[in-house]
């Protein structure tokens, strides 16, 4: 089995113990939904900029090639609702009704975030194949009511890779439970995005904070350097 | 509190019951400044919280256990005395519901409103509200009682709660939530 790493991330160099390998690493894909970066999904109802949460999509793609190539546990994760909402916090849904997006409504793409609609679906750039695990998750964190952390534990997963929207909500969110329960965590800067350019940042720059306090972050070129060299190296012994 | 808070009149099922209500205290090792005043305004808005009805928590969060090390052996406690916790939370991470009876203490006593309120803003208090806020809870940040480590990374952390209509509850100040507590409600005609 090959060894990765380091990769050049900020604080410090990732992991912080060195290397990881394709056994005990997982690249986490956060809810590339319709809902979340497609037309007529969600976020495009609430007449944020889809450019902005769309801008990670093609470098997402490329890393998500690259981990398969190397044999690392995918995951992705998806938010919404069972369709009668009773997995729907009633303030939740308060606040969607208010802005005018309501959890539930129909729209272009179906009832919005809601399992089984259009908008429900992962985009055809990072679509799941055949084996990978797939997450369904009522908040924003990954964690919080799902089995993310028994799946991960049984596949022997020590580290994660996070890519996906937005990154100061959903993507902050998992990153921060992962980091509680003990995971080691790279956030990749330009396989993210958020509904504001300065949340987007600060969230990033959160991360680096007391000398990583939730991980590390990093571009995917970075992650996608380390993975070629330890091939290269595979190749030449 | 209703034309108080951001970006929606928070609690959003209308009138704040202090019988619904906690202040959630959220303190951490390695102070970067000094919250001696900060420590003051929580302890006079604790005592304004419980004797409205309202209960006190008090979250001493710390780095994860995995990644605990002789840095985070400093602690500060912040409550003592009359603004004392009723109940006093030590999770083994930066959330304060991760692997607490927090929420099963919150729910015994029917409280489902929470203020937020501690240091560091972006890193305990933010992953204690986006906790709480999944699990139901209806939170408020209280921009009046928070520190952050950095002005711009705090500009984001509130900036983040304000998003889709109030994504993790919303932000106001602690002193428009004790004048709520302390003043009668008028009456609807």
């Known amino acids: 089995m090959s060894e990765f790493g380091p990769v050049a991330a900020e ?19 956060i809810d590339w939904q319709v809902d979340f970066c497609g037309p007529g999904g969600y976020v495009d109802a609430m007449g944020y900029d889809l450019n902005l949460t769309r801008a990670g999509l093609a470098p997402t793609a490329t890393v998500l090639a690259a981990a398969r190539e190397a044999g690392m546990l995918v995951v992705h994760t998806r938010e919404g609702h069972r369709p009668d909402l009773s997995d729907c916090p009633p303030n939740k849904l308060w606040r969607s009704q208010r802005i005018g997006a309501g959890i539930g409504d129909a729209g272009p793409c179906g009832r ?9 679906n992962i985009v055809p750039e990072v679509e799941p194949i055949a084996g990978e695990v797939i997450i369904d998750k009522p908040g924003k964190g990954a964690f919080y009511a799902t089995d993310l952390d028994l799946v991960l534990r049984t596949h022997g997963i020590k580290h994660i890779i996070l890519t996906g929207i937005t990154t100061d909500v959903c993507v902050h969110t998992t990153m921060r439970e ?46 996608l350097e380390s993975l070629a060299a330890a091939t290269a190296a595979a190749a030449v012994s | 509190m209703s034309d108080l808070t951001t970006p929606y009149p928070w609690p959003w099922y209308g009138e704040l019951d202090p019988t619904r209500l906690a202040l ?80 099963s203490i919150l729910r015994a006593e029917g409280r489902d409103t929470l203020v937020l309120s501690g240091w560091w803003l972006e890193v305990a208090v933010h992953s204690t509200m986006r906790a709480g806020n999944d699990r139901g ?32 509850g919303a932000t106001g100040s602690g002193k428009s939530v004790v004048e709520a507590l302390t003043t009668p409600s008028e009456e609807t005609s």
């Open chain 2, 24 to 103: 959630v205290v959220v303190t951490s090792p390695q102070p970067s400044g000094d919250v001696t005043t900060l420590v003051d305004s929580i302890g006079a808005a604790a005592m304004a919280f419980r004797a409205a009805g309202a209960a006190v928590v008090e979250i001493r969060s710390a780095a994860p256990l995995a990644k605990r090390d002789q840095q985070h052996a400093a602690r500060q406690v912040v409550l003592s005395g009359a603004d004392s916790a009723d109940h006093v939370i030590e999770p083994y991470g930066w959330d304060g519901f991760h692997g607490t009876p927090l929420d």
């Open chain 1, 11 to 29: 604080p410090y160099a990732w992991p912080y113990d060195t290397t990881f390998t394709a056994a005990d690493t997982a690249l986490i894909l």
């Open chain 1, 178 to 223: 992962a980091n509680d329960r003990g995971f080691e965590c790279l956030l990749l800067t330009d396989c993210t995005g958020a509904t504001d350019v300065g949340n987007y940042k600060a969230a990033l720059h959160m991360v680096t904070m007391q000398g990583g306090v939730f991980g590390a972050i990093a571009p995917s070129s970075a992650l």
């Open chain 2, 137 to 168: 809870y209806e939170c408020l940040l209280a921009t009046d009682l928070v520190a952050g480590l950095d002005p711009t990374t705090s500009a984001g952390a509130i900036s983040s709660i304000h998003m889709s209509g109030g994504i993790f």
């Open chain 1, 112 to 120: 919005i975030l809601v399992h089984g609609e259009v908008g429900w």
